[in-house]
T-cell receptor, first 114, second 113 residues
Framework: AQSVAQPEDQVNVAEGNPLTVKCTYS??????LFWYVQYPNRGLQFLLK??????LVKGSYGFEAEFNKSQTSFHLKKPSALVSDSALYFC????????????FGAGTRLFVKA | ETGVTQSPTHLIKTRGQQVTLRCSSQ?????VSWYQQALGQGPQFIFQ???????GRGNFPPRFSGLQFPNYSSELNVNALELDDSALYLC????????????FGPGTRLTVL
């Protein structure tokens, strides 16, 4: 069965510092991995995805994520955090090969302090 | 390009009633998925529609049903409402095929009393 774990309920970082939001997954076969962000009173927004190829994928707003097959992880990173990055971040996985079901993690709240 | 829209924004029902939620997909998208997001949790997959047929379903009972129309808009129907059905219901549209990014609407907040 597919599953996603986001081990941290909240991540606190100072503005200008690098940030990492962690995600591990379990899926049979090759995974499709996603990160979404949810701002207050707004819908989820797509940030980036990994399908195949280069393990480091770049997305919107300067975010990137690294796929690690051996550790079954897909951590979200940004070299320099902004206060405006404060939001709720969700990792999601679907099964490769046309799988329709997307499983979301419980979410990690990122708080960037000025 | 029109984004995903959902109606209504908020809804209050009583236990045992039925509810219909509506979603208009983003222009050009032919696949719609519905999710339930309880407070403090991630979205839970309910089902997906493609070409007006259910293309897959999560662990939700049959009282959760849906429709997709020729213009790719969609409805989520919930019968015999229970208190635990209180949640934010999200609609997401995408192109068909695995690995596609989904584009979410703002959601409908359902409260069951």
């Amino acid at each position: 069965a597919q599953s996603v774990a986001q081990p941290e309920d909240q991540v606190n970082v100072a503005e200008g510092n690098p940030l990492t939001v962690k995600c591990t997954y379990s899926v049979s076969g090759n995974p499709y991995l996603f990160w979404y962000v949810q701002y207050p009173n707004r819908g989820l927004q797509f940030l980036l995805k990994y399908i195949t190829g280069d393990n480091l994928v770049k997305g919107s707003y300067g975010f990137e994520a690294e796929f690690n097959k051996s550790q079954t992880s897909f951590h979200l990173k940004k070299p320099s955090a902004l206060v405006s990055d404060s939001a709720l971040y969700f990792c999601a996985v679907s099964q490769g090969g046309g799988g329709f079901k997307t499983i979301f993690g419980a979410g990690t709240r990122l708080f960037v302090k000025a | 390009e029109t984004g995903v829209t959902q109606s209504p924004t908020h809804l209050i029902k009583t236990r045992g009633q039925q509810v219909t939620l509506r979603c208009s997909s983003q222009s050009g998208h032919n696949t719609v998925s519905w999710y339930q997001q309880a407070l403090g949790q991630g979205p839970q997959f309910i089902f997906q529609y493609y070409r007006e047929e259910e293309n897959g379903r999560g662990n939700f009972p049959p009282r959760f049903s849906g429709l997709q129309f020729p213009n790719y808009s969609s409805e989520l129907n919930v019968n015999a409402l229970e208190l635990d059905d209180s949640a934010l219901y999200l609609c997401a549209s995408s192109l068909a095929g695995g690995g596609r990014a989904q584009y979410f609407g703002p959601g409908t907040r359902l409260t069951v009393l």
